[in-house]
């Protein structure tokens, strides 16, 4: 090849590397004006800084939500409930809903927009799908009845995913929010300790589906232990006695030997275990049959507390500031957070049961819809109606927690909120300006920064619930009594505004 054709084709790779780094699709949003020290927004020194914000009959509640999801009538350990989720007729079947997932990830026919990438820029072929298809044997949903002995428990931490595969599935990172970290088939962390029913298991055995207490997804099958019914019985028990959530992340907890069980996070819930000096709680891991069995592990009350932590400003500070800063993680990958999952994690030691999607988890209060308000209205709304640290706000593929009003260099009154956020965009979003963790950050009008972003206020939707006022509605009811949508369960959030 002769100098002048590598020069050529030097010139040409140099000049497509800068028009994508000239399309600035991702720059930095800068914090250098928002003060991320938590004592300067909840002071220790305020009179209110103890004070109690929910009312003893709305606190019962809501734990009592929380217990039924993981130990009663909507949790995978309810032979009620399991029945009715695994009998569902088409469409809302398992068979159905895995046929139509396997198609959304099939690139052929898809436009550009919706091809699906891999972690090496390539798009996916045809073998690659197919190959995943196989694995799961589709035939196996053809017949599901209730078994007792499908009942399990996570074992330790687990990515959630909506195949049965570790493959990243990203759309083109040249597509303005598309790319890293916007793994369509993340779904959630499945947190040790959580109670499973295992639907079905891939040809391999690498793999089980499971109904968690708030989704179905994926999970690697060896982080999963069969629970028998001595297990179950004693287990239950134990967490309607006393039920342990931890307030410190990446906590370690080992057994009384001194022996490493595992990381733990905020959002992880554990029985007590009674009977022991100091802070013990019951912790499940396999023995050689992959059966579950329960070891004892203690805990400083600096990481952990029982449920439900009054919710106080104070307390709710002190759980901030574990997660605070923290990078953003979209369906929790790598045990990060991304919005919705920050807000569920961090209301568990309350008692507060959220679902996993942002846009499910403002049906669990009482909910007024200002979507149709101009942003001025929505934000003075927010101001004059926000109860700090119960009141969130869905704007439509993010949510939100609002922490109270504060002034701004004009003394005028703004909202100040907690999130986990990913970035803000203009409209139309042709780039990303990335926060990538969770921050507590003004909701303005513009942020002076950079005013053509869009302000949080002025999206699509703008939702603001109230959980100290329970929800009329039937969706945080025991989901046994008003049908399962399977499809919602399965599908990760943002191929739900896909398909």
Wanted: aromatic share 12%; hydrophobic share 40%; with cysteine.
């Amino acid at each position: 090849m002769s100098k002048l054709k590598i020069l050529v084709g030097f010139i040409s790779f140099l000049t497509i590397s800068i028009s994508y780094a000239d399309q600035g699709l991702i720059s930095l949003f800068p914090l250098d004006n928002y003060n991320q020290n938590l004592s300067s927004w909840i002071k220790p020194s305020s009179p209110t800084y103890d004070q109690h914000l929910l009312s003893d009959d709305v606190a019962r509640a809501h734990f009592n939500q929380f217990k039924d999801h993981y130990f009663g009538p909507s949790s995978p350990w309810s032979p009620e409930y399991v029945m009715q989720v695994i009998s569902g007729q088409v469409p809302n079947d398992f068979k159905t809903v895995e046929q139509s997932i396997i198609k959304s990830f099939n690139n052929e026919g898809k436009p550009d927009n919706l091809v699906g990438y891999g972690a090496n820029f390539r798009p996916y072929d045809k073998n690659w799908i197919e190959t995943i298809a196989n694995n799961i044997n589709l035939s196996q949903f053809d017949k599901l009845i209730y078994q007792a002995t499908n009942r399990g428990i996570a074992i330790d931490n687990l990515n959630a995913r909506v195949l049965p595969t570790d493959d990243v599935h990203f759309y083109s990172h040249n597509l303005a929010g598309q790319g890293y970290p916007f793994d369509n088939l993340q779904m959630s962390a499945l947190w040790a300790g959580t109670p499973v029913y295992i639907v079905a298991e891939t040809r391999d055995h690498a793999w089980m589906l499971v109904i968690t207490p708030d989704y179905i997804g994926w999970a690697k099958s060896n982080g999963i232990a069969r629970t028998d019914q001595a297990f179950v019985n004693t287990w239950t028990n134990a967490a309607k006695a006393k039920l342990v959530a931890i307030t410190k992340t990446k906590t370690s907890l080992l057994d009384r030997n001194g022996q490493f069980l595992l990381l733990a996070y905020v959002g992880a819930v554990f029985p007590s275990h009674e009977g022991q000096s100091g802070m013990t709680i019951m912790v499940p891991v396999a023995n050689t049959d992959r059966n579950a069995i329960i070891k004892i592990a203690s805990v400083s009350p600096d990481h952990a507390t029982v449920m439900p932590l009054s919710a106080t400003p104070h307390h709710f500070s002190n759980i901030m500031s574990t997660l605070i800063g923290r990078s953003y993680g979209w369906g929790s990958m790598y045990f990060y957070n991304d919005c919705s999952a920050e807000l569920k994690s961090l209301f568990t030691p309350f008692g507060i049961w959220l679902p996993r999607h942002s846009s499910d988890q403002v049906t669990v209060g009482k909910m007024v819809d200002m979507s149709e308000a101009p942003q001025e209205k929505r934000l003075s709304y927010l101001i004059e109606n926000g109860q700090r640290f119960l009141t969130l706000i869905y704007v439509g593929g993010h949510v939100v927690l609002y922490i109270g009003n504060y002034s701004d260099s004009n003394h005028s009154l703004m909202a100040m909120t907690y999130q986990n956020i990913w970035g803000l965009s203009p409209v139309p979003a042709t780039r990303r300006a990335v926060i990538g963790k969770s921050v507590i950050l003004p909701m303005l009008l513009q942020y002076p920064e950079d005013t053509s972003l869009t302000s949080l206020a002025h999206k699509k939707y703008f939702q603001v619930a109230f959980l100290n006022q329970l929800s009329m509605s039937n969706n945080h009811m025991p989901l046994r009594q008003q049908g399962v949508d399977i499809q919602s369960l399965m599908y990760s959030e943002t191929l739900l505004h896909l398909i």
